[in-house]
């Protein structure tokens, strides 16, 4: 056997230090293994952490066949990936190659060690997260999805399982010539992708976020019983910034999240304004880092969970969820952002996920390769995406209603697009129209000034044109605008003050109901940056200190 992921390196597979392996084995203890032992296996949660003592213990992807080899550990390296920190199932196999002894640690014992020891923290948590990254990269995993590229359900279930990190192969039925004998092996029909494939064995047809999550081990069922400090609604940048901190101060803190860390902000290209990152970063990598960071400190974050339902009537408050059962909490911080705006028409719901999407990432980016591409919307959204696209696709037309993007865009971005010779902008032009069978193909666009219509042939159009406030599921409980924005602080009217049983006024990111609190995206009054969003997640949690004090 060959190893199968790139060479090792030195942060990816370090070696600890005497006093490193002493501290560890305080907290755990020795055990003798035998040759061919499995110590870890793919698809079952994480018994323990292991540091090797002496011998060899090898990680491998279980195939048909033989077992591929991923990495050797020798004395002084140790086991596990970002899977044994958020308490996922396995992607990989740990086997023992020789007799030896290794160090065996709990991963309850091991999440603590990761919050109070500095050192260890740093070594063990860029091991892990350059671990995922190579299983990533390498496809490798336990997960392989069979889709096509003219399917809205394969674009679902890859940008899902791409935003949540998880490592999967991926096969196009219209691209793979080797397909065939995939899907007979299975019985399976073209006509029925997208289709998961978990560790060899299960196989779910067109499967929902949440029976992907179930079918990899996404965490264990959350307990109706347990009241937390606080539970936060939403893992965006401003509710992971909530989690990061109120971890960090020892409160016991749940994230609940319907899709993937980072929300909106998760699918920017790349964010350049956002302060420390001079180069810029993508949405995607700022949510992996703090999403990351949260489950260091110890923030459970349950993905996908929904909110269906906010009960403020009693104490402690209640989160029902759409998949069923609820969670309760002392404190509340809704941080469930926005969404672009999906046009009434038909057409496009038709074409959602083959044709129309509200997201550019890089899968996205595959889709349209060598290919034009529409962008509606004149703000930094639509801008990052434009300017993203630019780099794969032939050419990008950027759509906006408006005389131009000076008053909604920021400069730096309106400088990139005027510099990209693969950019057009059309101002005072909207589309009224969209034709094709199985994938768009055309466009028919409006010209308001000239009353002129002229159709356009595309087959790939990206809409940001607004936001609306992910609030359905607070309509009851806490005041709205009339936007449907969560209002807070000084800016709740006296309507909504009417019922309000304290003393003293509302904090400044507090809801109409004590102790639920509203950050980011979705407040209304909010800034729409990601930094602002970051800003308010942070503050709040002093402000739940006082209310869990009251």
Known sequence: MSDALPEQKREMFPRLSASQIARLLALGHRRRVAAGEILIEQGAFSPEFFVVLSGEVVIVQPAVGQDVRLALLGEGQFTG?????????????????????????????LRKLVHSDAELSEVLMRAFLLRRAALISAGRGDTVLVGSRHSAGTLRAREFLGRNGQPYAYIDVDLDPGVQGLLDRFGLRVDEVPVLICRDQRVLKNPSNEEIAACLGFGPPLDPRTVRDVVVVGAGPAGLAAAVYAASEGLDVLVLEGNAPGGQAGSS????????????????????????????????????????????????????????????????????????????????????????????SAIEAQLCRDEDAIVVGGANSAGQAAVFLAATVRHVDILVRGAGLADTMSRYLISRIE?????????????????????????????SRLSEMRTVPVRHVFLMTGAVANTGWLRGCVALDEKGFVMTGSDLPRAGLASWPLA???????????????????????????????????????????????
């Not at 920190?85 to 007799?99: E, H, I, K, P, Y």
């Not at 950019?423 to 909207?430: C, E, G, K, M």
């Open 504 to 550: 003293r006024p509302p904090h400044a990111l507090e809801s109409s109901v004590p102790g639920i609190f509203a950050v980011g995206d979705v407040r209304a009054g909010s800034m729409k940056r990601v930094a602002a969003a970051v800003g308010e997640g942070s503050a709040c949690i002093q402000l739940v200190h006082r209310w869990l004090a009251e």
């Open 419 to 447: 510099e990209t010779p693969n950019i057009s902008l059309h101002s005072h032009s909207q589309i009224v129209g969209l034709e094709g069978e199985d994938h768009l193909e055309r466009v028919q666009v409006r010209d």
């Open 81 to 109: 990936e970002a899977a044994l920190v958020s308490g996922r199932a396995n992607v990989v196999r740990v086997r023992a190659l020789t007799d030896g002894e290794v160090v065996a640690v709990t991963p309850e014992v």
């Open 269 to 360: 290209s790349r964010i350049e304004n956002y302060l420390g990152f001079p180069t810029g970063i993508s949405g995607q990598a700022l949510a992996a880092r703090a999403f990351a960071q949260a489950e260091k400190f110890g923030a459970e974050i349950a993905i996908p969970h929904t909110a269906a339902r906010l009960r403020c009537e009693r104490r402690p408050y209640s989160v029902e969820l759409t998949g069923g059962g609820s969670v309760k909490a002392r404190a509340i911080v809704i941080a469930t952002g926005v969404q672009y705006r999906k046009p009434d028409s038909a057409s496009f719901t038709r074409f959602e996920g083959v044709g129309v999407y509200y997201a550019a």
